[in-house]
């Protein structure tokens, strides 16, 4: 893979090209590494981990920004460029043929895993929904038109509500009309992601007990907002929600999960209305992790987090690597052996150190351990040199 960037972050211009293996970048921070990672990530998923809008890419003083890969993977070489344009819509181009990025999904696949990784521990669930949905694109690239159609239904139902509540009524069959939308799109979205959790749950076991040393139990949970015992009740708290992964359902039942959204959406609806707020829905449903038996999230020790952190990408890298079309994905990661004691640091390396392709960046060389010798490039005012 090599990797060019003309005005992006605090690049004017700069080339690198990666050898198979490990790849380092050292350098102070505030020098540029992240950025490079982050440029890569943006070719794979046509956004970027760290910013919600694409205004910050841009080198100041410039309006645009590219960035542009060669991909080698199943046997195939495919140049991949985009052209970040902040308030325009930004240019996607595969082998110079131009392309809406939903068909270029999957020429570049990588899993990423940096600090802020910590909050899909920690954090509110919509960063474990994140988690979920960008790991389903990365196997299902057309999970990315069905994510999109139930976010866009979703701001179109929330406003007819605020405007119902602000006016005291709701027109006739205007909500019923977006519950149809809602229901179709979210209950395609739930079952991508109950397959997933399915996949993900032996292989996230796997992956802590290999990272931290430790045989803890671990496990994840989809809890849904719907409620799937049916009979129209009203949903209570997640506790009071089956799981139909645990519950040994082999597949989940799209048209069941359908009902139950519908059945849901009846219950609440003077809920919603009072409210004006969807209250059932993926976007209100929770991926619970669990260590030892008890929630991660405020039980978990900082150790414990860090290892579950890496544990998800790990597996969401061996899920993609045994089932996702194309090859290894390009592993990246960002600053992480800084935040890892030297057991869980020589146990990352050996767990990463067979991965085709492994982009790492760190503050001081000490931090990488000696397993991830490779390539070494060192960055500094946006400029990368060997060494």
């Known amino acids: 893979m090599s990797l060019s960037l003309t005005d992006y972050r605090n690049y004017a211009a700069a080339e690198v090209t990666l050898e198979p293996g490990a790849t380092t970048f050292v350098g102070a921070n505030g ?8 440029a890569a990530g943006y070719l794979a998923a046509f956004g970027s981990h760290r910013v919600a809008t694409d205004a910050p890419l841009i080198r100041q003083g410039t309006d645009r920004a590219i ?19 902040p308030g325009r819509a ?45 790991l389903l694109v990365s196997m299902r690239p057309r999970y990315a038109g069905v994510r999109a159609d139930y976010e866009r ?17 709701v027109p006739p069959g205007a ?41 803890r139990d671990t496990d994840l949970r989809y809890r849904m907002s719907a409620d799937l015992g049916g009979a129209g009740q009203d949903v209570g708290g997640a506790d009071d929600v089956p799981d139909p ?46 260590i030892g038996g008890l929630p991660s999230r405020g039980y978990a020790s900082h150790g414990e987090s860090w290892s579950l952190a890496l544990a998800l990408r790990l597996a969401a890298y061996q899920l993609l690597r045994r089932d996702g079309p194309g090859g290894d994905p390009v592993l990246m990661l960002d600053d992480v052996f800084a935040e890892l004691d030297a057991g869980r640091r020589d146990r990352l390396a050996a767990l990463v150190a067979e991965a085709e392709q492994v982009l790492v960046t760190a503050a001081v060389p000490a931090d990488v351990p000696v397993g991830l010798a490779g390539a070494r490039f060192r960055v500094a005012g946006g400029a990368i040199t060997h060494g």
Do not use: M
């Not at 082998?95 to 939903?102: E, G, K, L, Q």
């Not at 239904?153 to 009524?169: D, E």
């Open 245 to 290: 992964v645990s519950a040994g359902e082999p597949e989940p039942d799209q048209e069941k999960i359908a009902l139950a959204l519908r059945e849901s959406l009846a219950a609440r609806r003077r809920a919603e209305l009072e409210r004006a707020v969807c209250l059932v829905g993926p976007h209100r449903d929770e991926l619970e992790l669990r």
């Open 90 to 134: 930004n240019r996607v181009r595969v082998n110079r043929a131009p392309a809406r990025p939903r068909e270029a999904l999957g020429v570049l696949r990588c899993v990423l895993f940096a600090p802020e990784d910590i909050a899909i521990v920690k954090g509110d669930p919509d960063q474990r929904r994140r988690y979920l949905d960008d």
């Open 153 to 169: 239904v979703l701001r179109q139902r929330t406003a007819l509500l605020k405007s119902a509540k602000a006016r005291g009524a």
């Open 67 to 85: 960035v542009r890969g060669v991909v080698t993977a199943g046997g195939r070489e495919s140049l991949l460029e985009v052209e970040i344009n």
């Open 175 to 215: 909500l019923e009309a977006w519950d149809d939308q809602l229901i179709s799109a979210g209950a395609v979205l739930t079952a991508g992601r109950l397959r997933l959790v399915a996949a993900i749950r032996p292989l996230l076991a796997e992956c802590y007990s290999a990272v931290s040393g430790t045989e």
């Open 31 to 38: 020098q540029g590494k992240t950025n490079l990672i982050e």
